[in-house]
C-alpha cells in the first residue's frame, strides 16, 4: 500500500510539475519587455498580458530593494494566476534596483536617490497600457513586497484614483503616511511574519526623527480599518498544508468595513512572502531572511481579495 501511495503521490508531483511549466512556456510567450523614456532615463518593465483581446484586470507587482524585475516575476505565481484568470500582470523595475517610497531617504535600508518620480511612472504604465485598449479601468490593483511594499502604501496613499485595491507585503506603514494619506479609501491587504527582522512586526523606531518610524503590523492594520470604516475585526487560523516549516498564518480580517481590510499574520514567518512549492530563495538569501511559510501562495490570496473589489466608474 506504501508503494502505491509512493507511486500515486510521483504521479501527482509529475503532473503538477509538467502543467507549471505549461504554464511557463505559454507566459513566456505572452511577456514582453516594455521600454520607458523618462526624465529618470530608460527605464522598463515586464509585461505579461494573458487579457485575451479585451480590456483585462492589471496587477502592478513591484519587487523589493535590490531585487529586479525578473526576479519577483520567478519568486511569486502571479503568472500563473494571470493565465488562469485572464489578467495582465506589471513588473516594473526600479532605477538601481530600489524604488522611492516617500520616506525620508536616511530611514531606509537601501538609499540610492530618492528623487526618482516612481508614482509618474507606475502612473504611465498603466496609462500606456490604457491608450492601448488593454485595461479594464475598474480594476487596476497594486502590489509590492518590502520596499515595493512601501511603494505600495504610498500609492495607496497617493494614487488611489488609480488603483481598486492595494496589498502590502513584508512592509508596515511608515508613521508618516498616518499623517498624510489623503483621497479615497481603497480595500487594503496586509502580509507580515512575527519574526522578521528586516522589517519587524513590532514597528521600528528611530529616536528623535518621528519621519522615520514604522508603524507595527497590528498598527498598520488597525489604522487601513479605521480609514476604512470598519467596525470591528476577527481572526481564523488557515489551515495547514502539511509543510515542514514552523509557521502558521491566521487571517485577520475588518468587520463592517466599508472597504475590506485584511491582515495576514505568518506566526514565525520571515523577511518572504509565503509560497506553496518551488518558489524558495536560495539557502544561504532564505537563512538571512528567515522562515517561508509554505501553507498559502502570497499570489493566490492577493488575488482572491482583489477579484471581487472594482473601483467605482468616474462620473
Sequence with gaps: MADVNLKRGMAHLAAALALLATVQQVSAQNARTAEYQTSDGNRTAIIVD????????VVVVLHGALG????????MAWDEVAAREGLIVVYPQG???????????????????????????I??????????GKVDRQRVFITGLSNGGHLTYRLICEANDLFAAGAAIIANLSVMWTRSC??????????????????????????????GLTLSAPETFAFFRARNGCTGAGEKQLARQGASDNTRVVLMDGTGCRHATSLYRIEGGG???????????????????????????????IWAFFKERARPASP
Excluded at 494573458?50 to 484586470?57: I, L, T, V
Excluded at 529586479?68 to 519568486?75: K, N
Excluded at 524604488?99 to 526618482?116: Q, T, Y
Design 271 to 301: 523577511h518572504q512572502a509565503p509560497a506553496r512549492a518551488g518558489r524558495t530563495m536560495r539557502p544561504l538569501v532564505g537563512a538571512m531572511l528567515g522562515q517561508q511559510n509554505h501553507d498559502i501562495e502570497a499570489a493566490e490570496e
Design 50 to 57: 494573458h487579457g485575451r483581446n479585451r480590456p483585462a484586470p
Design 68 to 75: 529586479t524585475s525578473d526576479q519577483i516575476r520567478r519568486y
Design 95 to 121: 532605477v538601481a534596483n530600489s524604488w522611492n517610497d516617500g520616506r525620508p531617504p536616511d530611514a531606509r535600508r537601501f538609499n540610492p536617490a530618492s528623487r526618482v518620480d516612481d508614482v509618474g511612472f
Design 182 to 211: 489623503g483621497g479615497r479609501p481603497i480595500p487594503v491587504l496586509v502580509m507580515s511574519g512575527t519574526e522578521d527582522r528586516i522589517s519587524p512586526w513590532e514597528g521600528q523606531a528611530r529616536p528623535g526623527d518621528a519621519g
Design 123 to 132: 502612473r504611465r504604465i498603466v496609462g500606456e497600457l490604457n491608450a492601448a
